[in-house]
């Protein structure tokens, strides 16, 4: 158990609908970051923020955006699906924003849009 | 672009024996090179690193060796245990790839699409 929780962990829903995935970091982390995996690739680098604001962007949708509230947990939004929507997306946090890269993974959130 | 690039999708390998995966990069601004494990219906779990600065590095049963002029780095198990059976997902980071507008982000990590252990009892 790495600390870190992600709901739901699985979501099937229709094109065009919006989504939000959730997540609580390990508790004392004050950075998380967002990782999308399609099927048959590697973890793509979505969002990080750090103790409430964004600091680094990877190649993220302009239909996804995210945001890391008060208490640290972080909601990802995901608008006007579509079907290369679906995916596993992964919440993962870290200490400090300067470290090591060494990240604790959720289980993640298996989204599948019909 | 496919900076980072396990071109094995599948390993499989005797209990007892070595396993050794492979990763590719090109970028040659990466100086941070991790390894993470992945079991089915899990998160990917940290496993080993290196910085560029090294060619070696050991955890136990784990060793990562990188070879920057041949942008190469791999993960040797030795010996290999059936537990060991996961994927396994190499990921750089380098400075100026970790630069935003924002600030430095040491978690922006690139993976490579993994390889997947199998270790035969």
């Known amino acids: 158990d790495s600390g870190v929780t992600q709901t739901p962990k699985h979501l099937i829903t229709a094109t065009g609908q919006r989504v939000t995935l959730r997540c609580s970091p390990r508790s004392g982390d004050l950075s998380v970051y967002w990782y999308q995996q399609s099927l048959d690739q590697g973890l793509q680098f979505l969002i990080h923020?750090?103790?409430?604001?964004?600091?680094a962007k990877g190649n993220i949708l302009e239909r996804f955006s995210a945001q890391q509230f008060p208490d640290l947990h972080s909601e990802l939004n995901l608008s006007s699906l579509e079907l290369g929507d679906s995916a596993l997306y992964f919440c993962?946090?870290?200490?400090?924003?300067?470290?090591?890269?060494?990240?604790?993974f959720g289980e993640g959130s298996r989204l599948t849009v019909l | 672009d496919q900076q980072v690039k396990q071109n094995s999708p599948s390993l499989s390998v005797q209990e007892g024996r070595i396993s050794i995966l492979n990763c590719d990069y090109t970028?040659?601004?990466?100086?941070?090179f991790l390894w993470y494990k992945k079991y089915p219906a899990e998160g990917p779990t940290f496993l080993i690193s290196?910085?560029?600065?090294?060619d070696k590095n050991e955890d136990g049963r784990f060793t990562v060796f990188l070879n920057k002029s041949a942008k190469h780095l791999s993960l040797h198990i030795v010996p290999s245990q059936p537990g060991d059976s996961a994927v396994y997902f190499c990921a750089a980071s380098g400075a100026q790839h970790r630069t935003n507008a924002g600030g430095t982000s040491y978690g922006k990590l690139t993976f490579g699409q993994g390889t997947i252990l199998t270790v035969h009892p």
């Open positions: 290196i910085s560029s600065i090294k």
């Open positions: 923020y750090y103790n409430g604001e964004e600091r």
């Open positions: 970028n040659s601004m990466f100086d941070y």
């Open positions: 993962a946090s870290s200490v400090l924003q300067v470290g090591t890269g060494e990240l604790f």
